[in-house]
């Protein structure tokens, strides 16, 4: 009968569902240990200035240097930290580090480095206090806060717009940009994305990835580009993977871009033999006459 199988499925079930327990308690065991030693790094991907090639700056990415797994990507763990309560601290050793390390190269190199840094919506959320973080952590590093971008999730437009709309003005008045990340993922709607005070639209990757075989795709993405220019704002393409993909977004004037065609993310160290090697990572696009 229907409680026997029930009961029966139950059981099956339940090694499975304690697994999965199991994992996830020792998930929060590792990253508690991780928190406390700091086992947390950056990956930098470079920002490109898509018509002349030239190298802006870079995102911050987050990594984690598991001692026995090895390098975890950030998909596995920062969800896990938000639920733990632990993604301010992270976050703003995130932002501590990828700010001093720009700042240092900024000045072996003469010149204004860009670098975003990803927030969470746990962040924004605590409102005054990741004002007062940023402000700290813009003193500390002494990085000029033009040099700074704080990548924001569409989701924000949408949650406590007053709230939001006030913080992102606080954070502007200290001189920061703001981008909204992966975007045309969510359900900002476009009377809001008027009244944000937002530097950057990136177009989120899938956008980007249908570009060549779905020619309709060009038509959204150069409505996406108009949209972000007609409000003020610069726009990125993220996930641009092939050279046709990078002219085509060039000649919708999208002005800047990330992929692994123009650059992955890499290690601190590597960034930095980049950055040393004075070399355009893809060279300029010679406009036709
Ligand atoms: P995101 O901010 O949209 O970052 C872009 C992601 O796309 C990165 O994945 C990057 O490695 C990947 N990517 C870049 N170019 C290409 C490409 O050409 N093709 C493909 N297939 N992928 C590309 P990653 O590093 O695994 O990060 C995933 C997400 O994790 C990020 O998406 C961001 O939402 C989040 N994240 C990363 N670091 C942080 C952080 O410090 N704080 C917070 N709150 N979130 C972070
Ligand atoms: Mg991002
Ligand atoms: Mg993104
Ligand atoms: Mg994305």
Redesign the pocket.
Known sequence: NAKRAGRGKHLRYAPAMQEAQRARLELEGDLRVAVAEGQFL??Y?PLIDLASGQLLGS?????WQHPQRGLV???EF?TVL?EMGL?AE??RW?MQRACCVTARWSHEHGRALKVA????PL?FAQGEAFVETVRAVLAETGLPPQQLQL?L?EGLLMSQSEQSLALMHQLRALGVSLAI??FGTGYSSLAYLRSFPVDTL?I??SF??DLGPRPEHITLVYAIVQLGHNLGMKVTA????TAEQRSQLADLRCDTG?????G??VPEEVYARLLASGEPLVPAIVAPV
């Open positions: 950056l990956h991907q995102e911050a990415l987050l990594r990507p950030p998909i920062i938000e993604i992270v976050g995130v840094v990803n927030v969470s962040q990548e999730t990340d992966d990136k989120d990757r980007i990835r993220e996930g641009i993977e990330q992929g692994y065609f123009l992955r993310p």
